[in-house]
């Protein structure tokens, strides 16, 4: 066999790198989901909770909405790549805040982040997809366009709450 056949035959096709980036993103709404819940039950006493109770049902949706397009394009799902996500996030939790049997402050301030650019990272998602809709008449452009904008609008509201957690660690000092 010649290295070129080799080559064609080991690349994965346009919908087989389609399938891995696709499931790459949804390890990516894994972890956000389980963060965004987790956040949500965390903040039941503040004033944010209704906003990150419903910002975890977004995003929750969001990986349906995604799970609903990999199954249109026939792409399966990688449950390892979900798996080890969802690890990684629980993981994630044992982090030294330099509280022992309490919420640090930083830890609102970095999980906020962290979910920011989840979200910011889903947006760039559905914009590709959306490009892709323009020659695959499977994907619903319409759909697309308005999970890009409750993907903008989500992170909004997660800077909003990024700068008041800043606030509270900055009135600390």
Known sequence: MTQTAITKSTRPSRYGMLGIYLNDHLAGATAGSELARRMAR?????EEAAILKRLAAEIAQ????????MTTLG?????YKVG???IGEKAGRLKFNGRILSRSPV???EELELLRLGVEGKAAGWRTLRTLAGTDVRLDAE?????????SSQADQLEELRLH????????L
Do not use: K
């Open 75 to 79: 792409i399966p799902v990688r449950a």
């Open 42 to 46: 965390s903040h039941r006493e503040r």
């Open 84 to 86: 080890v996500a969802w």
């Open 62 to 69: 969001d990986r349906t909405a995604l799970l609903d397009i």
């Open 143 to 151: 759909r697309l366009d308005e999970l890009i904008s409750r993907a």
């Open 165 to 172: 957690a800043a606030n509270r660690i900055i009135s600390q």
């Open 107 to 109: 830890s609102d301030l």
